[in-house]
């Protein structure tokens, strides 16, 4: 399967349109163990003046790598226990960006399912927490140019997205009812399911 790397060039500057864009592209992680990669199947966008969003307060040293220009990865951890991969969506400065929720397996999959710790394949990466357990995702790639091959980056392959729906946020509490997530209709791998029509 051949991976073409995105440019930023290729990332729409406005943050709801990239979390759209980004259903069906790739996220790529390379290990010396071997390559993971999967298809996003499910986003979730975070605006400029979001109560939702971590940039809300404003720039922190903890949420710096979210105010980089578009395409850089904004990861954290959630709760204490869960790191989440984020992909900055605006221009440098302003604090917005996309939550990628959920991926379809595509390469490494005995990869994936090991650091699970199983091997049903849609529950591999359906959650964010999920996702970033399975690829690997750790707090070293935060800041990481996701449009410059590298251990995490962003690509294509020749697969168009299915059907795109919309639908509100979910595990949020403040701005929850804004319908900024978008998902692949069909997909098996999107999370949430029974709040969906999928």
């Known amino acids: 399967m051949r991976i073409t790397k995105l440019t930023r060039a290729d990332l729409p500057a406005d943050t709801t349109?990239?979390?759209?864009f980004l259903i069906g592209r790739i996220v790529v992680r390379d290990l010396p163990e071997g390559r993971i990669s999967g298809r996003i199947v499910e986003t979730e966008a975070y605006l400029h003046g979001d109560a939702a969003a971590h940039s809300f307060g404003g720039e922190t040293p903890r949420n710096r790598s979210l105010f980089l220009e578009r395409g850089h990865a904004y990861v954290y951890v959630a709760y204490g226990i869960h790191r989440m991969l984020n992909v900055a969506g605006g221009a440098h400065g302003i604090g917005t960006g996309v939550l990628i929720r959920a991926v379809e397996p595509l390469d490494g999959?005995?990869?994936m399912q090991a650091r699970r710790g199983m091997s049903k394949l849609t529950d591999l990466a359906r959650g964010p927490g999920r996702l970033a357990m399975a690829m690997e995702i750790t707090l070293g790639l935060d800041g990481t140019d996701l449009t410059v091959k590298g251990p995490l980056w962003l690509g294509r392959i020749?697969?168009?997205?299915?059907e795109i729906g919309t639908s509100i946020r979910i595990g949020i509490t403040k701005e929850a009812e804004r319908p900024l997530r978008f998902y692949e209709r069909g997909s098996r791998f999107v999370s949430g399911r029974k709040l969906l029509n999928v």
């Open 158 to 162: 020749d697969r168009p997205a299915g």
């Open 17 to 20: 349109e990239l979390a759209r």
């Open 109 to 111: 999959i005995a990869l």
